[in-house]
């Protein structure tokens, strides 16, 4: 048994794009994770109807971008969209091993190995495999398995890393993002669907 339960708290939203970049921002002024929050609420930032859903949303956007390094939030910032969705999929998956795993053992294996589709039911059976080493899987009920997986599949889309019809897309990784990879942990990049022989990596 493995006693390193698995965090399943990401079905609040999906990959909360326009927010993190908002308060990755916010926390480059502040400097203070604390503050970013307390603005946040005080201000509906976010314009959220309800104050629950505000909070909900402003700690979960937080616990992700924490994930990041100074270095990793600035570029944040100041990148590409598409920059921006591959950091943010890299939060996610720091930040949910669940993720992290899935990311690893499923999605990037599947293209590694020319399999170009990714299924529901290579979610269920990642899942089921999973959940004879953790317990708090098997006490998941079907609709909360459900909705995981949709959240999670949207993330991949939001992110670029599947398309509409569920295939695969490969990762373009440009020179500043691997070479922030290279600053924290080259294993960051297995979390994408790419073939590592073809990264250019900076000295």
């Not at 979960?60 to 600035?74: F, H, Q, W």
């Not at 190995?113 to 079907?142: A, G, M, Q, V, Y």
């Not at 990784?173 to 080259?186: A, H, I, K, T, V």
């Amino acid at each position: 048994m493995n006693n390193d339960k698995y965090s399943m708290s990401f079905t609040t939203g999906s990959l909360f794009h326009c927010e993190s970049v908002k308060l990755a921002a916010l926390h480059l002024d502040l400097d203070d994770w604390s503050s970013v929050r307390d603005k946040v609420i005080a201000e509906n930032l976010l314009q959220t109807r309800t104050l629950n859903t505000l909070k909900r949303v402003c700690c979960e956007v937080i616990s992700r971008l924490r994930m990041l390094s100074p270095g990793e939030l600035e570029f944040l910032v100041e990148s590409s969209h598409q920059e921006q969705a591959y950091l943010l999929w890299l939060a996610v998956c720091r930040r949910y091993r669940l993720i992290a795993d899935f990311a690893v053992e499923v999605l990037r294996e599947r293209y590694i190995t020319l399999k170009s589709d990714l299924t529901h039911e290579d979610f269920d059976s990642f899942f089921n495999r999973k959940s004879e080493w953790h317990w708090e899987l098997d006490e998941i009920t079907p609709t909360t398995r459900g909705k995981l997986r949709q959240v999670l599949f949207k993330m991949l889309r939001e992110a670029d890393l599947l398309t509409a019809c569920n295939m695969i897309h490969a990762a373009m990784l440009s020179s500043r993002l691997l070479e922030l990879f290279n600053q924290g942990s080259r294993r960051d990049v297995l979390y994408f669907p790419v073939f590592e022989s073809e990264l250019k990596w900076v000295a």
